[in-house]
């Protein structure tokens, strides 16, 4: 695993073994992780979305503490995959960076507690699995607008995003300051080093 330029996010591409019979690659080892990031994953929920072309998903992020991270591939098609600084504070605040995840890399990303997450289905049945480090909790759930003019997200020119109601309804990252719904990046910090 190797960082990406955003703190607490990294990025892994492993071997694949082909065949005959087909492939295999082992996607998530926890020492490998462990060894990486400089902490355990606690496993909490595992998701899968399959998406058409031009879905567009996220901007989502939740509350910290305890916030949720997240160990993110695509099993099926390809998607661009992007991790945002949401943190108020932190050094990258409103920076983005983008790692196109498919069926043939195997490419995995993991974004630690208060970053937000998105991704664009390239291919129709764009099918991505993710490892939740915490349950789903409308309570503390949030979302930023993917489309936010701010942001600049270099999103894919020869699609058009598909949002659902509630992605295409969120406050801008602007927005979501003045309300006081972002992380703080102090707090994700201090949560981040107490599950050392």
Not at 88 to 96: L, R
Not at 128 to 155: F, K, M, N, Q, T
């Amino acid at each position: 695993m190797r960082p990406l330029g955003i703190e607490g996010a990294w990025v892994d591409t492993p071997r694949v073994f082909t065949d005959d019979r087909g492939r295999f690659h082992e996607w998530f080892k926890k020492g490998v992780f462990r060894d990486s990031v400089g902490q355990g994953f606690s496993l909490a929920q595992a998701n899968c979305s399959r998406s058409t072309r031009g879905t567009l998903r996220g901007i989502h992020y939740a509350a910290v503490p305890p916030g949720q991270a997240k160990y993110v591939t695509c099993v099926g098609g390809a998607v661009l995959d992007v991790v945002v600084d949401l943190r108020v504070g932190s050094p990258g605040f409103g920076t983005w960076e983008a790692v196109r995840l498919d069926d043939a890399t195997h490419t995995c990303v993991y974004l630690s507690e208060g970053l937000g997450h998105a991704f664009m289905a390239l291919e129709d049945d764009s099918t991505v699995v993710y490892l939740c480090s915490e349950g789903y909790a409308p309570e503390r759930e949030y979302g930023i607008d993917p489309l936010d003019p701010a942001l600049a997200i270099d999103w894919p020119e020869d699609l058009v995003p598909r949002l659902s109601g509630k992605d295409a309804a969120a406050p801008t990252l602007q927005e979501a300051g003045r309300q006081g719904l972002l992380p703080c990046y102090e707090k994700c910090a201090a949560y981040r080093k107490s599950l050392e």
